[in-house]
């Protein structure tokens, strides 16, 4: 199949949003003919919670005023939450864990939410949280890949269009090490979850049915592959000292005050970052705009590309016991509270357009790929090979060490580490098969 474009600011989609109806739950009617009781929220937005978070569950009363919301923020949303699914105490509304959950096992944890057809109709990427044709989570909002960088750094560097290809993007990275005292590139080693954003890149040059094919591919680390490229291009970023000195001091909050105050050049992520230092930018008495947002330095046919996939997975506890409450608060918060919109982000719903923030994107024509839904029955294959072969594929620990060996402290190199794992994918891809 051809790559789903979207060129510039053209719109998403253009269909009618549709209001999900409630699923059944253990609710009493209120007084009101509505859901009541009380919810607990999950989420990872420490920094929302006491504000804007505050403000959603306001207008959510509104219409819904026996609904009382509280959330639990975790800061490390993905280790904690793992710990809890082992138990059923983890909230009536969370984020599905996207790094220690595969789809398969959606149903176990997970209340469902309607069928594809249904909700294709309003929401995209309803493919990522699916199983078997049944949705279990619906995107709180998409992104599309790329670095986040200071324009000023990269000015006075020289470097002022994107780069179009990786010799070309390494050598802007010297230029800014050579002709400023900013770090070029932030790899975010210590936190970990912002190595995990690199697999976004799956599909630039593939295309949109890469997951498929790498369950069939017994090397995928080869020349040619999107996984080679982009982690290829990490491992040739750091051993070339283009990344801070030394990542295991690195700290996620920290970087977007040094991008924003051009200690840092840039780093690779989606674009639900551009608010964030954009916000820590104007923090730091600087103007907004000197956060842009280039495409990564792989070109098809002459035309920079990006893939959008979903952030995060919003779901409800399959142990909920107040199932109709949470669901009026999925319902509500994807069509209502404008949550992506406030993080200049794409939007959930298909009639919405691209948001301002990707303006870099709409100049450069930018050309956006969405990948396709996984073959129905094989929605968890790919992680299963992953898990066989002990890799982490969507996740940080492997690239890690890739870093430490580009770094030199661990032992190989790029190609041995890319030789083993090689070997571990396809002995995985024969046993799991």
């Not at 996939?309 to 919003?314: F, I, M, P, V």
């Amino acid at each position: 199949m051809t790559p789903h474009h979207l060129r510039g600011a053209a719109v998403l989609a253009v269909v009618s949003s549709l209001a999900l109806s409630g699923c059944g739950g253990d609710d009493t009617a209120s007084g009101t003919g509505g859901p009541s009781g009380d919810i607990t929220v999950l989420t990872n937005r420490t920094d929302l919670v006491d504000t804007t978070f505050q403000d959603y569950v306001e207008r959510f009363q509104e219409q819904y005023p026996d609904v009382d919301v509280e959330f639990e923020a975790l800061t490390d949303y993905e280790g904690d939450t793992r710990i809890r699914l082992n138990s059923r105490d983890y909230g009536d509304v969370l984020l599905i864990p996207s790094s220690n959950v595969s789809p398969d096992q959606y149903p176990d944890f997970f209340e469902p939410l309607g069928t594809t057809d249904e909700l294709g109709d309003t929401y995209r990427f309803v493919g990522d949280g699916s199983y078997d044709g049944t949705v279990y989570g619906l995107s709180t909002f998409g992104s599309a890949m790329g670095y986040v960088f200071n324009r000023d750094v990269f000015e006075a560097a020289g470097v002022t269009e994107p780069p179009a290809g990786e010799e070309e993007y390494l050598d802007a990275l010297q230029q800014v090490k050579d002709r400023t005292d900013a770090i070029p590139y932030y790899t975010n080693y210590a936190d970990g979850w912002p190595l995990d954003t690199l697999a976004g890149n799956l599909g630039n040059q593939q295309g949109p049915d890469v997951v498929p094919e790498m369950t069939s591919d017994p090397a995928p680390w080869t020349e040619g592959n999107d996984i080679y490229a982009m982690d290829g291009l990490l491992y040739d970023t750091v051993a070339r000292g283009l990344s801070e000195p030394d990542p295991t001091t690195t700290n996620w909050e920290e970087s977007k005050n040094l991008l924003a105050t051009g200690q840092v050049g840039s780093m690779v992520l989606g674009s639900w970052a551009i608010t964030q230092m954009q916000d820590a930018a104007e923090a730091a008495g600087e103007e907004r705009d000197v956060i842009g947002f280039w495409p990564m330095p792989w070109q098809t046919d002459g035309a920079f590309r990006s893939v959008t996939a979903t952030d995060k997975l919003l779901a409800i506890s399959r142990y909920s016991e107040n199932k109709e409450a949470a669901r009026a608060w999925v319902d509500w918060f994807e069509t209502e509270s404008g949550y992506a919109e406030s993080q200049g982000a794409i939007s959930p719903l298909q009639d919405s357009q691209v948001p301002d923030t990707l303006k870099d994107f709409s100049d450069l024509g930018v050309e956006y790929v969405e990948l396709d839904p996984r073959p129905a029955g094989e929605e968890s294959l790919v992680n299963d090979i992953a898990n066989d072969a002990e890799i982490t594929l969507f996740g940080h620990e492997y690239r890690q060490e890739l870093v430490d060996a580009a770094r030199g402290a661990a032992d190989g190199d790029k190609q041995s580490i890319f030789d083993d794992l090689n070997r571990r994918w396809g002995q995985a891809v024969t046993a799991v098969r």
